[in-house]
């Protein structure tokens, strides 16, 4: 094959006048403007372009487009790599480098070639069946150094990646003639309309060739305002018309310090249309993967677009009309056509090629050439009988038939069906939301489809019934290609090296289901997911299995149709925008404090405030048995904080929590515990009565937004007739929270009047008062054990109090302390924290809060499921306290509780371990079988192959009779 | 205040965006909207705004002041000074179908202003929740929740959770990168 350029007219998409430079594996080479990546390299005689994926077998480009499965390159610049672009879609520009893929030291000398001489020995899934002993793990860098395609760049190139979103009536896929007319029509119709197009330039096939209709059809589709996005492409349908599509904006040199390179579009449709034509199914034949191989459409087109003459003398492999019409176009061209070798029998064939010899019922038995083709031997479709006849030539084209692009209708949940005559899968009827329209369809002639195509845009909208797709015009061709008695690899999925035997050794070991043998031979899998190589499979399958292709049907598609890169995915999502971080008000303030940040419940906060040379355990230990002695300083601003305002907000918390909460007073508070109707735990918090219809509801700090969302869906669904209204607050306050023996010298010294002492403010009541003129919200509740106060108040001035704390807490030998600290302290006390030591079953009887429940005269969500017998099973888990027997060993939270070694059955798991600085010992939090029974009782707890032996205990570890929350 | 957020406004692509740090918020929460309607109109002198709607207005005492729809059951109060909310607050204590709750340092506005303008905010979110001149709409913006008035043609205002405003600011920093030339 030697690629030249044609003249003119041929070349429609470039410009002969600008010359572009590239570098393919060194080697400088030249473009032209409007070229790809890979009919600049056909244009410049390149065949051999990269190594398959197993056996290393040589490969060159074999399409035109998205579905191309072997043209696959890196694209390098500098030390920066883009992996596994198809050359058929990477768009020239000066100075682009890119490199073969699975080849070492090059593609021309490749010793993993090897691989092809043990290629008996490995056939589908030899790693499972021989890689059995001592293991996977010793064989497996290996066979992934010599498996796989390109190699992704470990450096940041300038990539800058964005997400849009938007909302239209009418999303259609796909650009050709039928995409267009729907387009054009809906939008004529008064349809707000999006036209995606893959490419650079709406049209198709027929775009290409300059047809006038597309161009009179593009014009009318601008004049009635369809958007037209061309480099994007339709990736995938989801629930409710989502489509997802990625646009490609830009390539970016790696010198370039940013550039938006690819956006992903959200697009939600009120219909969809899919238009994305139509796959050529390439055809069976011995090593008919060779280098200079290709789908006589794409050859075709790189004539048509690019000018360039793929081969000189050219061989067609057919099975279906539209070869003939191929044959005629390259003969046109100048390209000599040798013989077209129609597998199918005179009878079916409906057209023919003036000027070329072609012959019925024949097929192509071998391949000549290794590293490019030289000729070919036809041979007669039952492959037994004479005569076999050699051709010299540089090209050899298949044209298998056709497979329509079916994905987005599967992917939005349509059905297919067996077209026997043309030996393809169609829609069997619309998807939900979704209709295809075209090649796509199934509609292959050009008039049906642009008919149907603008009767479906301007129904769609306008809201009237959808008409049926006028399926046909395709020509009649033959279910398998496949000659069965020549020798040789005939390649099924030439990227993932599946041949026909290995589909037929599927077979023979009782591989029935399509989703099997997908998986088990790896076929249309990667990055062309198998749009050449699914029908030829399946085809093969029912061959195999005594099956037609209807029988044996087909894997469902699913997103992405076409890889997508994990920039575009995730967008803007990256470092500090990884995912929206609540931050504190007075971070810089703790930051200057020296806080370790952390991130729990969706906040970054302080864990600890680690002084010089301190670990993080070191600074928590430190700070727990400060706040113990002395007093401590907590940015407590992440609690969750909800106003709940009302007539009827005493009885609708009633309704909400386990504990009766219609009964506080204004200026009193009380803990709950939220459930779910199943009766779990969800939250817990505590609510304060600030007037009779104001209540202050504290949330944790992760739970605030499932606290409110509960609130919201119960007084909107179910508790309809109750005046409430729930206002989240949680941003506009900050909270200053001072806990230890020494918390109210540190407020007295700050400011605060002796209103708010111990004794003139009891534990659980809230009181509103001034501090410095600011209003502040302080509630007298503990999570540490010690006298605390939670100061609330606007967070803006959360840093001026915070300030004016420290000052008290530094000179009474206090410290700051962080979350790591609060969780050994509220572990000492056997405090509940919701999330770490409940799970999804756990029952408020399960932690201790049985009596609650019995207690409760109203009626509150959940009560009616544990009333059930099981919630009261006396087997269920129960939150007990575990101590090491010697006194030392912490037991690693997690860890299971068992009579023997696992596997065996848990008795229960350690929830909240830490060391306790104020005990000089472990002290730990588990859910254990019928734990309220098994005080003083010795268990094991099992970890990792240890076994640690504990004794139940009761909690809490410290203060048990919890005088020191008094003051 | 909070030190991270005071940054100096950002311009690029046709647009302005900074902080706007004197606002007051407050949500007015209702039952009944004709009977706070009524409320409103005496206190502020102008009705409630219809769905999806803002109105900017004045006080009777040159106080400027923005009435933006939140939802069936809630519209927002946004003003320079005190006075506005000192006074909606005074009107409704007692009441038993209207109450105000001051959301002042809780949700923080964020103006953008600029030919630029709806550009940026399609960009950070999505076509549908760009808000015409005198809309007021809610959707999600760099991953976040938030409420876009329509000042103008070219003006907006995002009023987002203060504990999500760097998150939004970091967002369209890197928005107006990209806006300034990027592509």
Same mark, same amino acid.
């Given at each position: 094959?030697?690629?030249?350029?044609?003249?003119?007219?041929?070349? #429609?998409?470039?410009?002969?006048?600008?010359?572009?430079?590239?570098?393919?594996?060194?080697?400088?080479?030249?473009?032209?403007?409007?070229?790809?990546?890979?009919?600049?390299?056909?244009?410049?005689?390149?065949?051999?372009?990269?190594?398959?994926?197993?056996?290393?077998?040589?490969?060159?480009?074999?399409?035109?487009?998205?579905?191309?499965?072997?043209?696959?390159?890196?694209?390098?610049?500098?030390?920066?790599?883009?992996?596994?672009?198809?050359?058929?879609?990477?768009?020239?520009?000066?100075?682009?480098?890119?490199?073969?893929?699975?080849?070492?030291?090059?593609?021309?000398?490749?010793?993993?070639?090897?691989? $092809?001489?043990?290629?008996?020995?490995?056939?589908?899934?030899?790693?499972?069946?021989?890689?059995?002993?001592?293991?996977?793990?010793?064989?497996?860098?290996?066979?992934?150094?010599?498996? @796989?395609?390109?190699?992704?760049?470990?450096?940041?190139?300038?990539?800058?990646?964005?997400?849009?979103?938007?909302?239209?009536?009418?999303?259609?896929? @796909?650009?050709?003639?039928?995409?267009?007319?729907?387009?054009?029509?809906?939008?004529?119709? $008064?349809?707000?309309?999006?036209?995606?197009?893959?490419?650079?330039?709406?049209?198709?096939?027929?775009?290409?060739?300059?047809?006038?209709?597309?161009?009179?059809?593009?014009?009318?589709?601008?004049?009635?305002?369809?958007?037209?996005?061309? #480099?994007?492409?339709?990736?995938?349908?989801?629930?409710?018309?989502?489509?997802?599509?990625?646009?490609?904006?830009?390539?970016?040199?790696?010198?370039?310090?940013?550039?938006?390179?690819?956006?992903?579009?959200?697009?939600?449709?009120?219909?969809?249309?899919?238009?994305?034509?139509?796959?050529?199914?390439?055809?069976?034949?011995?090593?008919?993967?060779?280098?200079?191989?290709?789908?006589?459409?794409?050859?075709?087109?790189?004539?048509?677009?690019?000018?360039?003459?793929?081969?000189?003398?050219?061989?067609?492999?057919?099975?279906?009309?539209?070869?003939?019409?191929?044959?005629?176009?390259?003969?046109?061209?100048?390209?000599?056509?040798?013989?077209?070798?129609?597998?199918?029998?005179?009878?079916?064939?409906?057209?023919?090629?003036?000027?070329?010899?072609?012959?019925?019922?024949?097929?192509? @038995?071998?391949?000549?050439?290794?590293?490019?083709?030289?000729?070919?031997?036809?041979?007669?479709?039952?492959?037994?009988?004479?005569?076999?006849?050699?051709?010299?030539?540089?090209?050899?084209?298949?044209?298998?038939?056709?497979?329509?692009?079916?994905?987005?209708?599967?992917?939005?949940?349509?059905?297919?069906?067996?077209?026997?005559?043309?030996?393809?899968?169609?829609?069997?009827?619309?998807?939900?939301?979704?209709?295809?329209?075209?090649?796509?369809?199934?509609?292959?002639?050009?008039?049906?489809?642009?008919?149907?195509?603008?009767?479906?845009?301007?129904?769609?909208?306008?809201?009237?019934?959808?008409?049926?797709?006028?399926?046909?015009?395709?020509?009649?061709?033959?279910?398998?290609?496949?000659?069965?008695?020549?020798?040789?690899?005939?390649?099924?999925?030439?990227?993932?090296?599946?041949?026909?035997?290995?589909?037929?050794?599927?077979?023979?070991?009782?591989?029935?289901?399509?989703?099997?043998?997908?998986?088990?031979?790896?076929?249309?899998?990667?990055?062309?997911?198998?749009?050449?190589?699914?029908?030829?499979?399946?085809?093969?399958?029912?061959?195999?299995?005594?099956?037609?292709?209807?029988?044996?049907?087909?894997?469902?598609?699913?997103?992405?149709?076409?890889?997508?890169?994990? @920039?575009?995915?995730?967008?803007?999502?990256?470092?500090?925008?990884?995912?929206?971080?609540?931050?504190?008000?007075?971070?810089?303030?703790?930051?200057?404090?020296?806080?370790?940040?952390?991130?729990?419940?969706?906040?970054?906060?302080?864990?600890?405030?680690?002084?010089?040379?301190?670990?993080?355990?070191?600074?928590?230990?430190?700070?727990?048995?400060?706040?113990?002695?002395?007093?401590?300083?907590?940015?407590?601003?992440?609690?969750?904080?909800?106003?709940?305002?009302?007539?009827?907000?005493?009885?609708?918390?009633?309704?909400?929590?386990?504990?009766?909460?219609?009964?506080?007073?204004?200026?009193?508070?009380?803990?709950?515990?939220?459930?779910?109707?199943? $009766?779990?735990?969800?939250?817990?918090?505590?609510?304060?009565?600030?007037?009779?219809?104001?209540?202050?509801?504290?949330?944790?700090?992760?739970?605030?937004?499932?606290?409110?969302?509960?609130?919201?869906?119960?007084?909107?669904?179910?508790?309809?007739?109750?005046?409430?209204?729930?206002?989240?607050?949680?941003?506009?306050?900050?909270?200053?929270?001072?806990?230890?023996?020494?918390?109210?010298?540190?407020?007295?010294?700050?400011?605060?009047?002796?209103?708010?002492?111990?004794?003139?403010?009891?534990?659980?009541?809230?009181?509103?008062?001034?501090?410095?003129?600011?209003?502040?919200?302080?509630?007298?509740?503990?999570?540490? $054990?010690?006298?605390?106060?939670?100061?609330?108040?606007?967070?803006?001035?959360?840093?001026?109090?915070?300030?004016?704390?420290?000052?008290?807490?530094?000179?009474?030998?206090?410290?700051?302390?962080?979350?790591?600290?609060?969780?050994?302290?509220?572990?000492?006390?056997?405090?509940?924290?919701?999330?770490?030591?409940?799970?999804?079953?756990?029952?408020?009887?399960?932690?201790?809060?049985?009596?609650?429940?019995?207690?409760?005269?109203?009626?509150?969500?959940?009560?009616?499921?544990?009333? #059930?017998?099981?919630?009261?099973?006396?087997?269920?888990?129960?939150?007990?306290?575990?101590?090491?027997?010697?006194?030392?060993?912490?037991?690693?939270? !997690?860890?299971?509780?068992?009579?023997?070694?696992?596997?065996?059955?848990?008795?229960?798991?350690?929830?909240?371990?830490?060391?306790?600085?104020?005990?000089?010992?472990?002290?730990?939090?588990?859910?254990?079988?019928? !734990?309220?029974?098994?005080?003083?009782?010795?268990?094991?707890?099992?970890?990792?192959?240890?076994?640690?032996?504990?004794?139940?205990?009761?909690?809490?570890?410290?203060?048990?009779?919890?005088?020191?929350?008094?003051? | 205040?909070?030190?991270?957020?005071?940054?100096?406004?950002?311009?690029?692509?046709?647009?302005?965006?900074?902080?706007?740090?004197?606002?007051?918020?407050?949500?007015?929460?209702?039952?009944?909207?004709?009977?706070?309607?009524?409320?409103?109109?005496?206190?502020?002198?102008?009705?409630?705004?219809?769905?999806?709607?803002?109105?900017?207005?004045?006080?009777?005492?040159?106080?400027?002041?923005?009435?933006?729809?939140?939802?069936?059951?809630?519209?927002?109060?946004?003003?320079?000074?005190?006075?506005?909310?000192?006074?909606?607050?005074?009107?409704?204590?007692?009441?038993?179908?209207?109450?105000?709750?001051?959301?002042?340092?809780?949700?923080?506005?964020?103006?953008?202003?600029?030919?630029?303008?709806?550009?940026?905010?399609?960009?950070?979110?999505?076509?549908?929740?760009?808000?015409?001149?005198?809309?007021?709409?809610?959707?999600?913006?760099?991953?976040?929740?938030?409420?876009?008035?329509?000042?103008?043609?070219?003006?907006?205002?995002?009023?987002?959770?203060?504990?999500?405003?760097?998150?939004?600011?970091?967002?369209?920093?890197?928005?107006?990168?990209?806006?300034?030339?990027?592509?």
């Amino acid at each position: 094959m030697s690629g030249t350029r044609l003249g003119e007219p041929y070349g #429609r998409r470039i410009d002969r006048s600008r010359p572009i430079s590239f570098m393919f594996n060194g080697r400088v080479l030249a473009g032209l403007q409007g070229d790809t990546l890979a009919s600049a390299l056909l244009a410049n005689g390149v065949r051999l372009v990269g190594r398959s994926f197993k056996l290393h077998r040589p490969r060159g480009i074999f399409a035109a487009g998205i579905e191309e499965p072997t043209g696959i390159v890196d694209l390098v610049d500098g030390r920066h790599r883009t992996p596994d672009e198809r050359a058929t879609l990477v768009e020239l520009v000066d100075g682009l480098a890119a490199e073969s893929v699975n080849c070492w030291p090059s593609v021309g000398f490749d010793l993993g070639a090897v691989n $092809g001489w043990f290629s008996p020995l490995l056939p589908a899934g030899f790693y499972y069946k021989t890689f059995k002993w001592p293991g996977w793990r010793p064989f497996e860098p290996a066979i992934r150094r010599m498996a @796989g395609l390109g190699r992704a760049s470990l450096e940041r190139g300038g990539e800058v990646y964005e997400e849009i979103s938007e909302n239209v009536d009418l999303l259609v896929a @796909g650009s050709g003639i039928a995409g267009l007319a729907a387009a054009a029509a809906a939008a004529e119709a $008064g349809a707000r309309t999006v036209l995606l197009c893959a490419g650079r330039e709406p049209g198709g096939a027929l775009g290409w060739r300059g047809d006038a209709e597309v161009g009179d059809l593009l014009v009318r589709a601008r004049r009635a305002g369809v958007r037209i996005l061309t #480099r994007t492409l339709a990736f995938g349908v989801y629930d409710h018309n989502l489509v997802c599509a990625s646009e490609r904006l830009a390539h970016v040199p790696a010198s370039a310090t940013r550039r938006l390179s690819e956006r992903l579009w959200k697009f939600r449709a009120r219909s969809i249309v899919a238009a994305q034509g139509a796959f050529e199914r390439p055809m069976l034949f011995p090593d008919n993967d060779r280098p200079g191989v290709m789908l006589a459409g794409a050859v075709d087109e790189y004539a048509h677009a690019y000018g360039v003459a793929c081969g000189r003398r050219v061989v067609i492999a057919a099975n279906c009309d539209s070869a003939y019409r191929v044959a005629e176009s390259l003969q046109a061209a100048g390209i000599e056509v040798v013989a077209l070798l129609d597998r199918r029998p005179s009878v079916d064939i409906g057209t023919h090629a003036a000027g070329v010899r072609a012959i019925a019922n024949t097929g192509i @038995g071998k391949v000549i050439g290794a590293r490019s083709v030289r000729g070919c031997v036809a041979v007669p479709a039952d492959g037994h009988s004479a005569p076999r006849l050699r051709l010299e030539c540089d090209l050899i084209l298949v044209a298998g038939g056709h497979a329509p692009a079916v994905h987005l209708h599967s992917q939005a949940g349509g059905r297919l069906r067996w077209l026997a005559e043309s030996s393809m899968f169609v829609p069997d009827g619309n998807a939900r939301g979704l209709v295809s329209v075209g090649a796509c369809a199934g509609v292959f002639g050009r008039e049906a489809a642009a008919q149907h195509a603008a009767d479906v845009g301007r129904a769609l909208a306008l809201g009237f019934t959808v008409p049926a797709a006028p399926v046909g015009g395709a020509s009649r061709s033959l279910a398998s290609s496949r000659i069965a008695a020549v020798r040789g690899k005939q390649l099924v999925d030439l990227q993932n090296d599946v041949a026909v035997s290995d589909v037929e050794l599927a077979a023979r070991e009782n591989y029935r289901s399509v989703e099997h043998l997908k998986r088990y031979t790896t076929t249309g899998m990667a990055t062309d997911q198998g749009k050449t190589s699914n029908v030829n499979a399946l085809v093969l399958m029912g061959e195999f299995t005594h099956r037609e292709p209807a029988e044996v049907g087909t894997t469902r598609f699913r997103p992405p149709y076409s890889p997508v890169t994990f @920039g575009a995915l995730i967008g803007r999502r990256v470092g500090a925008l990884y995912r929206p971080l609540k931050r504190l008000a007075a971070v810089e303030w703790h930051a200057r404090h020296g806080a370790l940040f952390e991130q729990f419940g969706n906040w970054s906060r302080p864990a600890a405030y680690p002084r010089s040379g301190e670990s993080l355990h070191q600074a928590a230990q430190r700070e727990a048995l400060t706040v113990r002695r002395t007093v401590g300083l907590f940015d407590g601003s992440p609690l969750g904080k909800l106003e709940v305002w009302g007539a009827d907000a005493a009885r609708f918390l009633d309704l909400m929590y386990l504990g009766t909460m219609s009964t506080l007073a204004p200026g009193q508070a009380r803990y709950g515990l939220l459930l779910n109707e199943n $009766g779990v735990i969800v939250d817990d918090g505590i609510v304060a009565r600030v007037d009779e219809r104001r209540f202050w509801v504290n949330t944790t700090s992760a739970g605030i937004e499932r606290t409110a969302a509960a609130f919201e869906e119960w007084l909107q669904c179910e508790y309809t007739d109750l005046r409430v209204l729930v206002t989240p607050v949680t941003s506009r306050y900050g909270n200053a929270t001072i806990s230890g023996p020494k918390a109210f010298e540190v407020m007295a010294a700050a400011g605060f009047g002796a209103e708010f002492s111990p004794q003139a403010t009891r534990h659980m009541t809230l009181h509103d008062g001034h501090w410095r003129g600011v209003p502040v919200r302080v509630l007298r509740a503990s999570f540490t $054990g010690e006298l605390s106060y939670e100061i609330n108040l606007p967070a803006g001035e959360t840093e001026q109090l915070l300030q004016a704390l420290a000052e008290g807490v530094e000179t009474r030998e206090g410290c700051l302390y962080g979350i790591e600290a609060l969780e050994i302290l509220r572990t000492e006390k056997g405090y509940l924290h919701v999330g770490t030591d409940t799970d999804g079953t756990t029952l408020p009887g399960d932690v201790g809060f049985a009596r609650g429940i019995d207690r409760k005269a109203a009626n509150f969500v959940g009560r009616r499921s544990l009333l #059930r017998p099981a919630a009261r099973d006396p087997q269920r888990l129960r939150l007990v306290g575990l101590a090491p027997l010697d006194g030392r060993t912490l037991l690693p939270t !997690g860890a299971q509780i068992a009579n023997a070694p696992p596997p065996t059955q848990t008795e229960g798991h350690v929830t909240s371990s830490y060391p306790s600085p104020s005990l000089g010992s472990p002290v730990a939090l588990a859910m254990l079988a019928r !734990g309220g029974e098994r005080l003083g009782e010795q268990v094991t707890v099992h970890h990792l192959g240890r076994r640690i032996e504990a004794r139940v205990v009761s909690t809490p570890f410290v203060d048990p009779k919890g005088e020191r929350l008094h003051g | 205040m909070d030190n991270r957020l005071d940054s100096q406004p950002l311009r690029a692509g046709g647009v302005t965006v900074e902080l706007d740090r004197s606002t007051r918020v407050a949500a007015l929460r209702y039952f009944d909207g004709a009977t706070a309607s009524t409320l409103v109109r005496t206190v502020l002198g102008e009705p409630l705004p219809e769905v999806q709607r803002v109105i900017r207005s004045a006080s009777t005492a040159g106080e400027p002041f923005i009435l933006a729809w939140r939802g069936p059951r809630e519209t927002w109060i946004l003003a320079a000074s005190e006075g506005p909310l000192e006074r909606l607050e005074a009107a409704c204590a007692g009441k038993d179908d209207v109450c105000l709750v001051v959301q002042t340092d809780g949700i923080l506005g964020i103006h953008a202003s600029g030919t630029g303008t709806p550009e940026l905010l399609r960009r950070l979110g999505s076509f549908g929740s760009v808000p015409h001149r005198g809309e007021a709409r809610t959707g999600r913006f760099a991953d976040v929740a938030v409420t876009v008035l329509g000042l103008d043609d070219r003006e907006a205002l995002l009023l987002v959770e203060r504990v999500y405003a760097e998150h939004l600011l970091g967002w369209v920093r890197e928005t107006l990168l990209d806006m300034n030339g990027g592509e």
